[in-house]
T-cell receptor
Framework: EAQVTQNPRYLITVTGKKLTVTCSQNMNHEYMSWYRQDPGLGLRQIYYSMNVEVTDKGDVPEGYKVSRKEKRNFPLILESPSPNQTSLYFC?????????????FGPGTRLLVL | GQNIDQPTEMTATEGAIVQINCTYQTSGFNGLFWYQQHAGEAPTFLSYNVLDGLEEKGRFSSFLSRSKGYSYLLLKELQMKDSASYLCAVRDTTGANNLFFGTGTRLTVIP
């Protein structure tokens, strides 16, 4: 089954404790992206990657890191989480070429930083 | 920069038709997407427009006017399960497949 998976789905942590949210896709997509979703603000892009070893900042990259060592994986790293990073996070993937190819979203990770 | 506007909330009756509008101002345009998102779940793709006009897909249709920076999503024969948020997203022209999302319209279908 073609899908994007994220782990963990739910996470409660404390300020300053490093964490990683994993994202994996099995569709051989070149493009992957991380979003956060907050009430009243919609989906905002954190980082994206157009292929292995190619990453770039989105609209809200502060406090986050990413890596793309393999095509299928695109982990999101919070080196020192803060309460303002409490949010619902989505990973998405798509083929790189523009067209009517949509982005496929993972199920989401709900993060609470105390 | 990107600016995408949608109404925050709408209510409609089961069996009726509802139109959700989206206006956008973007530095580049390479397509407009509509997604459906149930509370706490991932967005799922509904429609794509890149040329002016209407695209129809069953009970859902989407319209685009590039000159007016305007799109709408039309939902016919509303069902209770259509209660969800509807997200308008514009793809830019940077070459990457980046999407910029509006804040979404929460639709409530009432009996």
């Amino acid at each position: 089954e073609a899908q994007v998976t994220q782990n963990p789905r739910y996470l409660i942590t404390v300020t300053g404790k490093k964490l990683t949210v994993t994202c994996s896709q099995n569709m051989n997509h070149e493009y992957m992206s991380w979003y956060r979703q907050d009430p009243g603000l919609g989906l905002r892009q954190i980082y994206y990657s157009m292929n292995v070893e190619v990453t770039d900042k989105g609209d809200v990259p502060e406090g986050y890191k990413v890596s793309r060592k393999e095509k299928r994986n695109f982990p999101l790293i919070l080196e020192s989480p803060s309460p303002n990073q409490t949010s619902l996070y989505f990973c998405a993937s798509s083929p790189y070429r523009a067209g009517q190819e949509t982005q496929y979203f993972g199920p989401g990770t709900r993060l609470l930083v105390l | 920069g990107q600016n995408i506007d949608q109404p925050t909330e709408m209510t409609a009756t089961e069996g009726a038709i509802v139109q959700i509008n989206c206006t956008y101002q973007t530095s580049g345009f390479n397509g407009l997407f509509w997604y459906q998102q149930h509370a706490g779940e991932a967005p799922t793709f509904l429609s794509y427009n890149v040329l002016d006009g209407l695209e129809e897909k069953g009970r859902f249709s989407s319209f685009l006017s590039r000159s007016k920076g305007y799109s709408y999503l039309l939902l016919k024969e509303l069902q209770m399960k259509d209660s969800a948020s509807y997200l308008c997203a514009v793809r830019d022209t940077t070459g990457a497949n980046n999407l910029f999302f509006g804040t979404g319209t929460r639709l409530t279908v009432i009996p």
